[in-house]
């Protein structure tokens, strides 16, 4: 009776009655671990489909998300996407915060013949997991650092730091972009501190006092959120220990909520990789940045980057359904996979064979003050120049 | 913190697994009022210890104490986790699930001795835990009321035989074990950035620590605690942060496997 009565009829062949609403299916973590993250990115995909909403929906069909909560949890993510397709009848999935939860998820829809287009799950295990269904609009995550690693290592040797310590979570994210860090920098810099901790951890004064005492001129450190950012540079300013560079794979792109964590004087120079910020001159990025700060208030620095990725997930999936002229997944997934360039607030979007999204520049973010500005690649015309070196804490 | 859940757990039977979220409860009072009124994150205790004490009472009386019978130590851990959901949504619509941080002059600052530095929110942390622990241990062994709590701890029965009011001994414990998290709570919040969620990390260290010190014992917890720290940091440090953890459980299993009542737990008080 359950099932009958919450049965739209839709199914991954999409087809829709006229005027009925499309739902779309998604699972973020709305609580746990990713909540900061999980929240921002169903800000992101309101935003998107009340913008689209306004405009007449997709097909002329009004959008209704149905978000799901999965407690960050890998199991409970496969039970949403499960529930969502089997009992909600969605038309259309979108996909999870992070690589972790992604890849299970993008399983668990392919098997229902579904796309998961999506925008935070970049780890190379989602890519190389043989899936067909899997689209990620944000540059693969191994690219993120290349820019901070070719401004690094083209330091005229009288400004090069010579030491390097790299301290990154397992996570699936995190990892691949510090060991890509680390090839790319190589032993121009010597290793003077190289370690992996657990994903779990989460007192991390051992091993911040351990990166200060190694006194790594260069810290590159592999972070999922703001507590880890700001664990390490507690205990790097409780140890008078500023490193000429810092830069953090997340946590420093998550806008305001990085500074009120960590104080506007401490993010003075601290840097992040990523190929949006709210700064971005974009035009559709200027529009959803004016229409996010008229509905939260705030300033462009300080938008997240996660409501850019989930609004460039919506306006991809609209594009391909545009073009396809409906919601059947397997067209959908057939569009996005010929090659065809679409567009985003995060900028130009054409897949490649695995999902990757390859038309998108790596950029290294710094804040300076209050600002939040681009520096690298040191060749891109909206790059200033690097805060080099880091000023102290405080 | 983990002193409070032990507390709990030796006079009332109850597993109180929304403890990690009273403790964030406790982060957030001290944050909004080192926010919004300026108040030191250590003279804000006066408030949010004598806060978090009424919220403890009060949920005792609505739903702990309403629990009898055998089942009541499983039917706690249902009732205090639905408790601590309720919490963490409430947080999270107040605070938003963005993270924060406590800031004080002392919580970034440190100064050296030979050679070392030392945090200032360590020292004046451990400084706190002192003063609340000395005063448990006062109130335990110095005071009558502290005399019934004990004979309680070791029998309930026998104690209401006795004349004392258990329920009434219970609703107070449970108070004092919610209002210490008003400390723990700070300092925690003083330490590491946090939102809501953050709760889940804490109460799986708690119920370990716990477990580990043996239920319902003060001076378990406290060591249990010392312990987890200090071997975690070691390892961590010396050979790997991947093993940190690992060497933490692997020595709670050798402890367990050969006294399955935790390091100072009482195994006959418990099967009684």
Excluded at chain 1, 26 to 42: P, R
């Amino acid at each position: 009776m359950l099932m009958m009565t919450t049965t739209s009829g839709a199914s991954s062949s999409g087809s829709l009655a006229k005027g009925a609403p499309v739902s779309i299916g998604i699972s973020l973590s709305l609580s746990g671990d990713f909540s900061a993250d999980g929240l921002a990115y169903q800000q992101g995909y309101k935003l998107w489909a009340a913008d689209l909403n306004k405009a007449g929906g997709l097909l002329g069909h009004k959008v209704n998300l149905i978000i799901k909560s999965d407690a960050s949890s890998a199991t409970q993510v496969v039970t949403n996407y499960k529930t969502l397709i089997s009992v909600n009848h969605v038309s259309l999935t979108f996909g999870p915060f992070s690589t972790l939860l992604t890849l299970p998820s993008a399983q668990t829809v392919n098997r229902y013949g579904y796309a998961m287009v999506e925008g935070a799950g970049g780890g190379p295990s989602v890519f190389s997991a043989g899936l067909s269904n899997v689209f990620d609009v944000t540059l693969p995550v191994s690219y993120d650092l290349a820019p901070f690693a070719h401004w690094l290592t083209s330091l005229p040797n009288s400004k090069r730091p010579t030491t390097i310590a790299y301290a990154t979570s397992n996570d699936p994210f995190t990892q691949p972009v510090v060991q890509e860090a680390q090839k790319l920098i190589g032993k121009k810099l010597k290793t003077v501190y190289n370690n992996v901790f657990p994903a779990e951890l989460t007192d991390f004064t051992s091993i911040a006092d351990a990166v200060a005492a190694s006194h790594a001129q260069v810290v590159v450190l592999g972070s999922v959120d703001v507590p880890t950012v700001s664990a390490f540079m507690q205990a790097f300013e409780q140890a008078h220990y500023t490193p000429k560079a810092f830069v953090a794979t997340a946590g420093p792109d998550q806008g305001k909520s990085f500074i009120t964590a960590v104080g506007a004087g401490n993010a003075n120079g601290m840097m992040v990789p990523n190929s949006w910020y709210g700064g971005s001159t974009n035009p559709q990025s200027v529009k959803m940045v004016a229409e996010y700060i008229k509905l939260y208030g705030g300033t462009a620095a300080g938008v997240n980057a996660d409501i850019a990725e989930a609004y460039s997930v919506g306006q991809v999936m609209a594009q391909a359904v545009t073009a396809t002229g409906g919601f059947n997944n397997a067209k959908i997934i057939k569009y996005l996979h010929s090659g065809k360039t679409l567009s985003s607030v995060q900028g130009a979007v054409k897949f490649n064979s695995l999902g990757e999204n390859l038309a998108q520049t790596a950029y290294t973010f710094q804040w300076q003050g209050s600002k939040f500005v681009e520096v690298n690649p040191v060749t891109d015309k909206g790059a200033v120049k690097v805060l080099f070196p880091k000023p102290a804490w405080g | 913190m983990a002193t409070g859940l032990t507390l709990i757990f030796g006079v009332m039977d109850i597993i109180n697994v929304a403890q990690g979220i009273l403790v964030i409860l406790g982060a957030y009072l001290s944050y909004a009022l080192s926010v919004h009124f300026g108040i030191d994150l250590f003279a804000g205790l006066a408030i949010t210890i004598p806060t978090l004490f009424v919220v403890g009472i009060v949920v005792e009386r609505l739903f702990l104490g309403r629990l009898k019978g055998p089942e009541r130590t499983a039917m706690s851990i249902l009732v205090t986790y639905a408790i601590s959901l309720v919490i963490e949504g409430a947080l999270n619509m107040i605070f938003t699930a963005n993270p924060v941080e406590l800031h004080a002059w002392y919580v970034n600052k440190s100064f050296e001795i030979f050679g070392t530095y030392i945090a200032y929110i360590d020292v004046f942390g451990f400084i706190m835990a002192a003063i609340l622990l000395g005063g448990l241990y006062v109130m335990l062994y110095r005071t009558r009321f502290g005399a019934s709590i004990r004979a309680s701890l070791a029998d309930q029965t026998a104690a209401a035989l006795i004349g004392i009011d258990v329920r009434r001994v219970s609703t107070i414990c449970f108070g004092i074990g919610v209002a210490v998290t008003a400390a723990g709570g700070m300092v925690y919040g003083a330490t590491n950035a946090f939102n809501a969620s953050s709760s889940y990390d804490l109460i799986s260290r708690l119920l370990v620590i716990i477990v580990l010190g043996g239920m319902g014992s003060l001076g378990g917890a406290l060591l249990a605690g010392i312990l987890m720290v200090t071997l975690e940091d070691v390892v961590g440090v010396v050979w790997s942060p991947v093993w940190s953890q690992i060497t933490f459980f692997l020595v709670l299993v050798l402890v367990l496997s050969l006294r399955p009542q935790g390091l100072f737990g009482k195994q006959s008080a418990r099967v009684a």
